[in-house]
C-alpha cells in the first residue's frame, strides 16, 4: 500500500478544521496518482473533501468504527479484517491510503511507499503524521525540486520501507 499525505516541518498534517494547507499542484498529483484505483480514507477525512463526497476518479473505501456507517459512491468498512475484504482484487501498490491521523497510524505498518509533500512551514496543529526522517525501515528514494504556492515552498519526497526491495531515483537498492 501507497501512503498520500502534506506535512509541514514538524510533520503536521491538520487540526480542528481539516489540513493544515491545501496546495492546488499538490491536489492534481493525488488525483493523478490515484486515477482508477482505490483510496483509503477515515469518515472525518472524507467530510473534509469538497462537499464531503467521495473522489469521482477512483474507488473510495472509507474507515468508520460506526458498524451502521454508510456512505454514497464509497464502501464503507469497520475493521482492518473488513477493509482487507474490499481491497482483495487490488495489488498493493495500487491502494492508496488518505488520512486521517488514526487511519495513517493503523495502515502505516502495511505500507511499502509514502508520498509526502514536506511544506517548508509550522502551523497551528493537533494531528500528525509519524516522522519518517527518524524512522530506520524508512528512506527517501525521491525528490522533486522545490516548488511555491505563494510564498510557501514545498517539495514531493517518496519514501520507501527498506528492505521490501526499493531502489533510490538513481536505481540503488536501498
Not at 499542484?25 to 472525518?44: C, F, I, S, W, Y
Not at 464502501?75 to 501498490?93: K, Q
Not at 496543529?125 to 516522522?131: G, K, V
Request: aromatic share 10%; proline share 4%; charged share 30%.
Amino acid at each position: 500500500m501507497n501512503i498520500i499525505v502534506t506535512v509541514d516541518n514538524c510533520w503536521a498534517i491538520g487540526n480542528g478544521r481539516g489540513p493544515v494547507i491545501r496546495i492546488p499542484n499538490d491536489q492534481k498529483k493525488l488525483l493523478r496518482e490515484t486515477a482508477g484505483k482505490a483510496v483509503v480514507m477515515g469518515r472525518r477525512a472524507l467530510e473534509h473533501l469538497p462537499q464531503g463526497l467521495p473522489y469521482g476518479h477512483c474507488d473510495n473505501i472509507v474507515l468508520s468504527r460506526d458498524p451502521s456507517y454508510r456512505v454514497r459512491g464509497a464502501v464503507a468498512v469497520h475493521s482492518l479484517e473488513e477493509l482487507f475484504e474490499a481491497t482483495a482484487g487490488y495489488r498493493d501498490e495500487d491502494i492508496y491510503v488518505l488520512g486521517g491521523e488514526s487511519v495513517y497510524r493503523l495502515l502505516l505498518p502495511y505500507c511499502s511507499t509514502a508520498h509526502i509533500t514536506k511544506v517548508d512551514w509550522e502551523y497551528a496543529a493537533d494531528r500528525y503524521f509519524p516522522d519518517l526522517d527518524r524512522e530506520e525501515d524508512w528512506v527517501i528514494t525521491a525528490e522533486s525540486d522545490e516548488q511555491t504556492y505563494f510564498d510557501v515552498a514545498y517539495r514531493f519526497v517518496r519514501y520507501e520501507r527498506r528492505g521490501k526491495g526499493c531502489m533510490d531515483d538513481k536505481g540503488r537498492e536501498a
